[in-house]
T-cell receptor
Framework: DAGVIQSPRHEVTEMGQEVTLRCKPI?????LFWYRQTMMRGLELLIY????????DSGMPEDRFSAKMPNASFSTLKIQPSEPRDSAVYFC?????????????FGEGSRLTVL | SQKIEQNSEALNIQEGKTATLTCNYT??????LQWYRQDPGRGPVFLLL?????KEKRKERLKVTFDTTLKQSLFHITASQPADSATYLC?????????????FGRGTSLIVHP
């Protein structure tokens, strides 16, 4: 398997624009996670899905953020409208079975810069 | 909520020495604790998982200990090499939506000098 695939790797946009980040998890993994990493706050969980269903979105900063998982092989994280404070690296991760092995497989991240 | 503390200062050691990184937590003892490695510009990579009923776990040059009394995990790299230079993150399971999801510390940077 190619691992977790994220796109784009880098995104530079202007404040107010819509940003869509994409993720393809490892085939067969039941759980998909979106994390955000900044120097100040480290790696924070935004939302996670189990079998395509959002389970906990309490980490989503505000209504400007939304995430979907229309099928087992694809997820998006959307920010609309974007703000400079959203600048961070966004990671997608998948896991075969959370709470048992707990091992997460991360993508390479999407570095977002909002000007 | 669980607070996870890792030394924010970089750890500098000489090649061949043993590196020891610390992960402390403040509240309940997790059912398991994980360590990840992260290289610049890359995603974290899983290294080891240790369960609450395990005192120690080893994998090649890596060793993890888990002391639920001290609320601490230690991560050791023996015979360290410059290639071991990276940021090391610990993660503790946190109850979320009926599952246990890893919550990460901010990581400690390790620099191994040749």
């Amino acid at each position: 398997d190619a691992g977790v695939i994220q796109s784009p790797r880098h995104e530079v946009t202007e404040m107010g624009q819509e940003v869509t980040l994409r993720c393809k998890p490892i085939s067969g993994h039941d759980y998909l996670f979106w994390y955000r990493q900044t120097m100040m706050r480290g790696l924070e969980l935004l939302i996670y899905f189990n079998n395509n269903v959002p389970i906990d979105d309490s980490g989503m900063p505000e209504d400007r953020f939304s995430a979907k998982m229309p099928n087992a092989s694809f997820s998006t994280l959307k920010i609309q409208p974007s703000e400079p404070r959203d600048s961070a690296v966004y990671f997608c991760a998948s896991s075969l079975l959370a709470g048992v092995t707990g091992e997460l497989f991360f993508g390479e991240g999407s570095r977002l810069t909002v000007l | 909520s669980q607070k996870i503390e890792q030394n924010s200062e970089a750890l500098n050691i000489q090649e061949g020495k043993t590196a020891t990184l610390t992960c402390n937590y403040t509240n309940y003892s997790p059912a398991y604790l994980q360590w990840y490695r992260q290289d610049p510009g890359r995603g974290p990579v899983f290294l080891l998982l240790i369960r609450e009923n395990e005192k120690e776990k080893r994998k090649e040059r890596l060793k993890v200990t888990f002391d639920t009394t001290l609320k601490q995990s230690l991560f050791h790299i023996t015979a360290s090499q410059p290639a071991d230079s990276a940021t090391y993150l610990c993660a503790l399971d946190t109850a979320s939506g009926g599952s246990y999801i890893p919550t990460f510390g901010r990581g400690t940077s390790l620099i191994v000098h040749p």
